[in-house]
C-alpha cells in the first residue's frame, strides 16, 4: 500500500519560510518523479514544482521560482520543499505527489499518488 505523508505547514507571516516533507512508503521511491502541488479555496488545484527521479532535475511553477526550492533524499525515501520569502497568495494545502515516470511532469493527472495534504496560511 503507497502512502505519502506530508508535514510541516503551519501559519507564518508574510516573507517568512516554512519547510514541507512528505515520507513515501511502499514504493520504489527511485522510479518516480515526485511533485508539490497546492490547492487554495475555490480554486483548482496547482502545480507547484517537481523533481525528478535522482533529484538531477528540477521544474517549478513561475510564480515560486527562487522562493521554493524542492530536493529528495532516496535513501530515505523522502522530498522536501524549502519555502522562503512567502507571501499571502501562497496560502493554500500542499499536497505531495508522485508519478512514475523519469521525466517532470507538471498535470496532476500524471501522478499516480497523492498524500493527504497539510495546510500552509500566509497572514499578511
Known amino acids: 500500500q503507497v502512502q505519502l505523508v506530508e508535514s510541516g505547514g503551519g501559519l507564518v507571516q508574510a516573507g517568512g519560510s516554512l519547510r514541507l516533507s512528505c515520507a513515501a512508503s511502499?514504493?520504489?521511491?527511485?522510479?518516480?518523479?515526485m511533485g508539490w502541488f497546492r490547492q487554495a479555496p475555490g480554486k483548482e488545484r496547482e502545480f507547484v514544482a517537481t523533481?525528478?527521479?535522482?533529484?538531477?532535475?528540477?521544474y517549478y511553477e513561475d510564480s515560486v521560482k527562487g522562493r521554493f526550492a524542492i530536493s529528495r533524499d532516496n535513501a530515505k525515501k523522502t522530498v522536501s520543499m524549502q519555502m522562503n520569502s512567502l507571501k499571502p497568495e501562497d496560502t493554500a494545502v500542499y499536497y505531495c505527489?508522485?508519478?512514475?515516470?523519469?521525466?517532470?511532469?507538471?498535470?496532476?493527472?500524471?501522478?499516480?499518488?497523492w498524500g493527504q495534504g497539510t495546510q500552509v496560511t500566509v497572514s499578511s
Open positions: 511502499g514504493l520504489t521511491f527511485t522510479n518516480y518523479a
Open positions: 523533481i525528478n527521479w535522482n533529484g538531477g532535475s528540477t
Open positions: 505527489a508522485g508519478a512514475r515516470t523519469f521525466m517532470l511532469p507538471t498535470g496532476p493527472a500524471l501522478y499516480d499518488y
